[in-house]
Structures are given as structure tokens and as C-alpha cells.
């Protein structure tokens, strides 16, 4: 995130932002400390922080319980997706 974006009217002024009070400014205080999905211990396992970014995961969970996609044919389609995935290292 650009720092400069909390210093503009757009973000100040935001309803939502405003509505989450301190909290936002207490995530991107955060921001440093987040790990990339994947890491383990000293271990850094970076297909797994690929998979996250991918968004093939949580698509797949909302396609299916919001959604109301086929979970066979759900699963499928996103096993293809993270088996390219895969395929690109």
C-alpha cells in the first residue's frame, strides 16, 4: 500500500474506514510483520505463498458455499488451476 494513500481526503473521509476506527491504522502498522503464507519455522515454502496469491483457494470456497457451484466440478477446475500452477517453477 502506498503510505501516502491515509493521508488523502478519499481515505479519511471513506465511511468504511471511518467505521473501522483505529483498526486500519493498526493493520498497516502491521504490514512489516506479516509472513508470506508458506513460511515454516526458519522455512520458506513458496509454492504455498503462490497458491495464496493465486486466489484459487478462497475462490473455490466461495464459488462453492455462496455460490452454490458444483463441489465436484469446483475442486476439478481448481486442481487444474494449481496443478499450472505448479507447473510454472
Known sequence: MNKAVVNTATWKENAVIKALGDLPYQLIAELPNIQVFGAVGDKNFTRMG????????????????VGKA????????????????????
Open 50 to 65: 503462490d497458491v495464496t496469491g493465486s486466489g484459487v483457494v478462497s475462490s473455490m470456497v466461495h464459488n462453492v458455499t
Open 70 to 89: 458444483s463441489l465436484s466440478s469446483t475442486i476439478k477446475e481448481s486442481q487444474q488451476k494449481l496443478d499450472a500452477l505448479v507447473e510454472q517453477r
